[in-house]
């Protein structure tokens, strides 16, 4: 199974973006469907976007309006979601994961708390 | 976007007795493959969540059998035999049918 390795807490100001890296180690990357999901402060999950590495193309939630970009790295084993033009309610806590949808294994990563404040 | 109720929101259960959460969606989740993704996962407090349950009524590996889920179309349950003390957290239906994934607004399980 893979195991994923998140980046650091971030505090962004508004406006600025902010990109969370997702380190998967173990399993098959390339071939595994990478989800970003999202949790405000005693809310519950949002599904963000997500990629499959070897195909390249990633899917995001219309929501974010063009505000998010997913993005794998085969190379490093590393996904990546950037958010722009940051709100405050942008924030909360973004998790990777792997194969939520599929009939093998899920994965999670940590979590990277992205706290949105002037 | 499809919408995901549960409930009850909040379940206060007793170890060792049984319970039980409700899943709806606003329209079908059965897809053009015939397969039905409805997924069920459980979230301790200060954890990432896990999966329990794919496709309806399938346990992922290392889940107890003590969990079982069922349903088809837009009705779905999950379904604790013995409630254990791991057990108490957030439980959050899933949708993986239709674009966006969406998932349910979460059932708080707690020990009375």
């Known amino acids: 199974q893979v195991q994923l390795v998140q980046s650091g807490a971030e505090v962004k100001k508004p406006g600025s973006s902010v990109k969370v890296s997702c380190k998967a180690s173990g399993g098959s990357f390339s071939t595994s469907t990478i989800s970003w999901l999202r949790q405000a402060p005693g809310q519950g999950l949002e599904w963000v976007g997500g990629?499959?590495?070897?195909?390249?193309?990633?899917k995001t939630a219309q929501k974010f309006q063009g505000r998010v970009t997913v993005t794998a790295d085969e190379s490093t084993t590393t996904a990546y979601m950037e958010l722009t033009s940051l709100r405050s309610e942008d924030t909360a806590v973004y998790y990777c994961a792997t194969d939520i949808n599929r009939p093998v294994g899920d994965s999670w990563g940590q979590g990277t708390l992205v706290t949105v404040s002037s | 976007d499809v919408v995901m109720t549960q409930s009850p929101l909040s379940l206060p259960v007793t170890l060792g007795q049984p319970a039980s959460i409700s899943c709806r969606s606003s329209?079908?989740?059965?897809?053009?493959?015939?397969?039905?993704?409805l997924n069920w996962f459980h979230q301790r407090p200060g954890q990432s969540p896990r999966r329990l349950i794919y496709q309806v009524s399938n346990r992922d590996s290392g889940v107890p059998d003590r969990f079982s889920g069922s349903g088809s179309g837009t009705d779905f349950i999950l379904k604790i035999s013995r409630v254990e003390a791991e057990d108490v957290g957030v439980y959050y239906c899933?949708?993986?049918?239709?674009?966006?994934?969406?998932f349910g607004p979460g059932t708080t399980v707690d020990i009375k």
């Open positions: 899933m949708q993986g049918t239709h674009w966006p994934l969406t």
């Open positions: 329209q079908s989740l059965v897809d053009s493959d015939g397969k039905t993704y």
């Open positions: 990629i499959v590495p070897i195909f390249g193309a990633a």
